[in-house]
């Protein structure tokens, strides 16, 4: 379970992602230079990113470890080890 600081710190940084798309949104629609847009983009895929190694982090020290010390580590692991197959993809 996440703090209250650890909440609004993710929304913080989420809320941060939205107004950059805004952003890439509004320069597609003035004709930008792409290259510029597409460093936004590459800003947007970092941002994104980080969201999530923090929460594949509190997810792994929290739910994770619970779950090994109540005896059902296996499934748990079998499922994190699906979620970090399907976070390196992208």
């Known amino acids: ?6 909440k ?4 913080q940084r989420l809320k941060r992602v939205e107004g950059q798309v805004r952003g890439i949104q509004k320069m597609i629609d003035e004709d930008r230079y792409c290259v510029d847009i597409l460093v936004q983009v590459s800003a947007i895929n970092a941002a994104l990113k ?3 190694y923090k ?3 509190d997810h792994t020290r929290g739910c994770v470890t619970n779950a090994i010390q109540l ?3 296996e499934e748990s692991i079998d499922e994190l080890m699906k979620v970090i197959q399907q976070f390196s993809k992208s």
Not at 8 to 11: A, I, P, S, T
């Open 71 to 73: 005896g059902d580590g």
């Open 55 to 57: 929460l594949l982090e």
């Open 1 to 6: 379970m996440r703090s209250e600081a650890e």
């Open 50 to 52: 980080k969201v999530g």
């Open 8 to 11: 609004k710190q993710l929304l």
